[in-house]
């Protein structure tokens, strides 16, 4: 997309005019349907998105966005797959077979289904400790998302961090301190730039750490030496137990990089967020320096699961929001709608959803564990051998291994 | 290892996995009360309840105290503050944003102007963004400004140490850090009594303290707590458990598997131990430690947090310079070990009941 500057009243008055051009086309091929899509030439259809909301830029991302069939069903099973995940994550840790903390993302989906829909190879993400649905999208299964919940062997650093502690090749983790991976972010874009690679680094935290020092550090060093950095707020209204209008002078999170242009996107949208990102990272990559998103979003559970999440808000607003806003649902309608998939199809992907959750159940409910002598390894680089007591005195066993990739080649 | 006896750890493992959501310890509730408390009517609590009620007594009979920190306002996630807005309004009990940095310091110029500033830290794994407002500003305060300024009003309440399934970020136990800087005290309660005695003690310090509460205990720990307003000191040790064959000294949670041990050791090898409640880490009871160890000759140290210095060495180098000829063994430490908290090897980590017993054993054939 060209980027050019004009003055924004200017550039709002074309927007408006698109919009309207756009109504008109609706209008013309949707038959009244849905006055929200319409059908091209090719198999594409294209969407409105809610206005973004614009932070010292003069232009922004389109709010026209199309879509395809392929990605239609992609971004559908994906959303589905971390709903079903989560589902079954908190009944996990209901049972008891869940220890250690546990953070949900159910309602947050579209988030990172749409970052993760206009990322290319190289870019990396890192988050905070809601990190499981990331950790799925970034290459990790079901399986090893719910077995290392489980602390199973199966799981994605086979069960030595748990929830909030979960990595891939480009996925640099969730993070159990509020606020600690902002400055991190930052640091993986100033690589990416002194290497010169045509790459991003999406750096999420919630409306709760977006009151971290941290974040005005990391800010400011992202803005002085223009790393390709987007810090995103995923703002879901509530930093653990106190609404973001009790904890935030300002709640306009796109806004609070003061010196950083920021971007307001609607995050219940996968479409809005996947453009907003895709035109980030043409940003980023242009060397125009880091940004600032705020996602708006929700979270139907608890901050955690020893959070009812009903005592600082009532039943009924996260009713209303699953009926009026659920990323899934209002995905769902309006793929539905445009004939990109018919209910059957989406009814299908839903079966599958629930077969591959259920398998990944039994694994992370069956596998085993490692062997005690993990606790010394990856402490520092090539352990030492040491004695290690086991629970009694027989148990007693020589750590020999360097690194838990050998410990687990060599008890394979 | 070989395959065998790998697969068989890890059997044995899952065993531990399904049955450990039970504690590491049993909670044993104080037997004697100091003499000032023992015509006191008592009332069962637990130790949130025990904490609720020692900051409710503070904001009664301190105008100047305030309760703050994450989520404090509904009770915060472990209810200690539970109904304390209620009682005393949003003006003196109210909910900070996420920044432990910024509690810290608020905090630190709530007290240096001269009003009690009791702060919540949720967990002691997240003090450490706060650490340098601690270390570098509320310990040094009164130093710098020669005795002009102090945040003497300012207690730092923060959960601690295991929970059972806490993992790297909500385990911790980071008492060693705080006392390697003068100008700080450090308290961590066995129980119910002692959380309110030495929480008051704290809020009314002239000093910052830290008060270290253990979260597993929260609700487990349940005893008999004397009713109304009253003071523990703080640097004073208490000897849970009299002995005369050796000495274990510890603190928090861990005095209850020290009891289980010495309990053990009793049964299984006729030694009489004596068990020790540090309660103040920092100043610490020295005297009262080496007053037991010259009567024993032997001391174990044991404590949560990983060995590698952490207080049990501390501990370890005064008795061996102030008891040095009446020691018959080396001093033991039983501890953490120098790994993060592990998630899934917990179990394993936890200087539990056996390790303990294991280190009277080699104390006492020495």
């Known amino acids: ?412 | 290892m070989s395959n065998r006896a790998a697969s068989l750890l890890v059997s044995r493992l899952s065993r531990t996995q399904q049955t450990r959501s039970k504690a590491h310890f049993t909670f044993q509730p104080s037997t004697q009360l100091p003499e000032s408390l023992q015509s006191r009517e008592r009332t069962k609590q637990n130790l949130m309840q025990a904490v609720n009620d020692a900051m409710k007594i503070a904001m009664e009979t301190d105008d100047t105290a305030v309760v703050f920190g994450e989520d404090v306002a509904f009770g915060g996630v472990f209810r200690c503050s539970l109904d304390l807005q209620k009682q005393f309004g949003k003006d003196r009990v109210f909910n900070t944003p996420l920044c432990e940095q910024g509690i810290a310091g608020f905090g630190i110029g709530l007290a240096v102007s001269g009003a009690t500033a009791i702060a919540e830290i949720q967990f002691g794994d997240y003090i450490f963004p706060a650490y340098d407002q601690l270390v570098n500003e509320a310990a040094k305060y009164r130093y710098r400004s020669g005795g002009l300024f102090s945040c003497g009003g300012l207690t730092v309440r923060s959960t601690w140490g295991a929970v059972g399934h806490g993992a790297l970020y909500h385990s911790q136990s980071p008492e060693a850090q705080f006392t390697h800087t003068p100008g700080l005290k450090v308290v961590v309660p066995r129980g119910p009594i002692q959380a309110k005695g030495l929480l008051l003690s704290c809020i009314r310090d002239p000093d910052p303290c830290i008060f270290f509460e253990p979260k597993i205990l929260y609700r487990l720990a349940a005893e008999d707590v004397p009713v109304g307003d009253y003071m523990l000191p703080i640097g004073k040790a208490d000897t849970v458990r009299p002995g005369k064959d050796i000495t274990i000294v510890s603190w928090g949670t861990q005095v209850h598997v020290a009891l289980e041990a010495a309990q053990l050791a009793k049964e299984k090898l006729e030694i009489d131990v004596e068990v020790i409640d540090l309660q103040s880490i920092q100043p610490w009871d020295e005297d009262h430690v080496v007053e037991s160890v010259k009567k024993t000759g032997r001391l174990i140290v044991t404590h949560e947090a990983p060995i590698t210095s952490g207080f049990g060495a501390e501990i370890a180098a005064t008795v061996q310079k102030r008891c040095f000829l009446h020691l018959e063994s080396p001093v033991e430490r039983v501890c953490g070990y120098d790994t993060p908290f592990p998630h899934v090897h917990e179990p394993f980590y936890i200087p539990s009941v056996t390790r303990v017993f294991d280190a009277i054993k080699k104390s006492v054939k020495f």
Not at chain 1, 18 to 43: H, I, K, P, T, Y
Not at chain 1, 109 to 136: F, L, N, P, Q, S
Not at chain 1, 139 to 152: A, K, N, P
Request: net charge neutral; proline share 3%; aromatic share 10%.
């Open chain 1, 1 to 412: 997309m060209a980027i050019f500057s004009v003055p924004s009243p200017f550039v709002a008055r074309i927007q408006e005019i698109m919009a309207f051009l756009n109504r008109q086309l609706q209008a013309v091929f949707s038959n009244g349907v849905r006055a929200q899509q319409s059908r091209l030439a090719s198999n594409d259809v294209t969407f409105q998105t809610k206005p973004y909301k614009l932070h010292k830029l003069d232009d922004g991302p389109n709010t026209s966005v199309t879509l395809n069939r392929e990605d239609a069903l992609k971004f559908y099973r994906e959303m589905q797959v971390i709903r079903r995940m989560e589902s079954a994550a908190g009944n996990l840790y209901k049972e008891k077979k869940i220890r250690g903390f546990c953070h949900l993302y159910s309602g947050q989906e579209a988030c990172a289904v749409g970052m993760k829909a206009a990322m290319t190879d190289g870019d990396a993400v890192i988050t905070a400790y809601r990190c499981h649905g990331w950790t799925y999208m970034l290459g990790s299964t079901v399986t090893e998302v719910l077995s290392e919940l489980t602390g199973r062997i199966s799981g994605n650093v086979h069960g030595k961090g748990g929830s909030m502690h979960m990595y891939t090749k480009s996925f640099y983790g969730g993070n159990g301190i509020v606020g600690a991976q902002q400055p991190l972010g930052a640091g993986i874009a100033l690589a990416m730039k002194y290497r010169e690679q045509k790459n991003f680094c999406i750096t999420l935290y919630g409306d709760g750490a977006a009151n971290q020092g941290q974040l005005f550090e990391a800010t400011n060093m992202a803005k002085l030496w223009d790393l390709p950095v987007v810090f995103v707020c995923e703002n879901n209204g509530f930093g653990m137990g106190t609404t973001a209008e009790r904890s935030s002078a300002s709640t306009d999170y796109y806004t609070r990089g003061d010196y950083v242009p920021g971007i307001w996107v609607d995050g219940m949208d996968v479409l809005a967020v996947r453009e907003a990102t895709r035109w980030a990272k043409e940003y980023c990559n242009a060397g125009r320096g880091p940004l600032v998103f705020e996602l708006a979003t929700y979270r139907y559970h608890g901050h955690s699961m020893s959070d009812p999440g009903t005592s600082y808000r009532t039943r009924d607003e996260i009713q209303e929001v699953r009926k009026t806003r659920d990323p899934i649902t209002g995905f769902k309608d309006r793929i539905i709608t445009a004939n990109l998939a018919t209910e059957e199809e989406l009814k299908n992907i839903d079966k599958e959803v629930r077969k591959e959750v259920d398998e990944a159940l039994k694994t992370a409910t069956s596998d085993g564990v490692l062997p005690p002598e993990a606790l010394y390894t990856d402490i520092y680089h090539n352990t030492e051998k040491q004695v290690i007591r086991g629970a009694t005195i027989d148990e007693t066993v020589v750590q020999k291994y360097k690194n838990t990739a050998e410990l687990l080649k060599e008890n394979k």
